[in-house]
């Protein structure tokens, strides 16, 4: 397994995002402890969110940057429309379909636009290029999400996880 599919997938730089994830109810996954701002459900939407814009324009879909932050997380009603279960499925599919497009030395190389804020110009980046800036984008969240389980009281997993 290569570096930058253990970042997207692995345990590179932490506990695997199938550890950080495990064993977790839809009810907890709700739950916002303290002043959080959101709740695990709502940090792992957001990975999913971004992940399928990275995927889609790796596969050179233009797929437009969001308007304001707040587009990358999820509404009541997205809430409502997709259980923890399938989210969780949905993350994982993505990740999958990222680390497959790590396979290929030429697609890493291969050019891409990617649509930036409103108002900036589109970059051109490398697929690896972008697959790095996901694989950085999901470890930040999945390192709050580590901290949501620990102020909930439920870090580590049962598999285990870091816990310093």
Known sequence: MSELEQILLGDAYAASPSHI??????????????????????????????????????NCRETPFPASPSDGFPTVQDMELESWSALYRRFFQG????????????????????????????????????????GAHNAYHLGRIVLLRQLLGVWPPKSGGFSW
């Open 21 to 58: 994830l495990e064993g977790l109810s839809e009810e907890l996954v709700h739950r916002k402890p303290g002043l959080a701002p959101h709740s695990i459900y709502e940090e792992l939407w957001h990975v999913a969110f971004w992940q399928q814009i990275t995927l889609d324009w790796i």
């Open 95 to 134: 990740a999958s379909e990222a680390v497959e497009a790590t396979r290929s030395e030429q697609r890493l190389n291969q050019i891409v636009r990617c649509p930036s804020r409103p108002g900036m110009p589109v970059r051109e980046m490398s697929v690896r290029d972008q697959l790095e800036n996901m």
